[in-house]
């Protein structure tokens, strides 16, 4: 009588597997899996285990909070990507078309972003609300330290600047509709570029860079429906083309349009030119709809 394997039997099971495969289609040698071995090991006496998690996280995480949203393709729904560390609870409710709490002297170009929250049936959403934060123009999240980031070693003093600056939360219109006027965000290091470091060392052989393509998180949340967790990236930014924590979903890469016209931004209430653009956030329903069955 055989007995039930243990979650760590199948797993390990797995992923031998799958290392098997590697190793037989790349026909990696001896030599090379040691060397791998060896990476490991100095990692961990540099004490770097923790920050080398950055290699697979999004991919653990995607698997587990992530799951409602898996398989994007299927519905049209808009694709999940990972909190992080960065997101504050409690942002200034405000209603839509908003502007983010900032400083009077805000660096950065103004850069406005807005779409409609819709289901995946495609009917808008009245009422759904956009819990929104980004990074300022000088690489510093508002109200965090270095230690609000996990291990890793991210340079963010914000001393000086307010808690809530580039965080709110938007209501949408009746008509699902959202708008709110921002900057654009600066770039996120990984914090892992030191000179002798085992995960810097990794970094540039696989010439992928240790920060972050330009991005903008929010958490999408409407009665009966799935909350969304996301990000929009930019397109044309070179740090897209990869990153350490893994590949960046071309849905949620959008494009930018400029308007210089000096009529058009100071009627906007701006004395330079700004950037528009367009995001479209799609939710899930709590309970997938019921597929009609053929007639007999």
Known sequence: MSRSETRLQVVFGDLRHAIDDVILKHQVTIEELFAAIGWLQRVADAGELRPAGILFVKSVLKATEGAAYAHPEKDGASYWEMEGPA??????????????????????????????????????????????????????????TTEAFGGLDIPNDSTGIPEYNLRARIIADSDGHYEFRSIMPGTETLG???????????????????????????????????????QIYFDGDPLLSGTIEGPTPQSAVKRTELHDDPADYRARGLSVPYRTLTYDYVLRPVTPPVQARPAA
């Open 87 to 144: 997101h504050i609870p409690g942002a200034p409710l405000l209603e839509s078309p908003a502007v983010l709490p900032m400083r009077p002297d805000e660096p950065g170009e103004p850069l406005i972003v807005s779409g409609t929250v819709r289901s995946t049936s495609g009917e808008p959403l009245p009422g759904a609300v956009l819990d929104v934060w980004q990074i300022d123009a000088n690489c510093v999240y508002s109200g965090l």
């Open 192 to 230: 892992i570029d030191k000179d002798g470091s085992p995960l810097a060392t990794l970094t540039r052989a696989l010439e992928l860079p240790g920060m972050r393509p330009l991005h903008i998180h929010a958490i999408v949340a409407a009665a009966g429906f799935l909350p969304l967790t996301t």
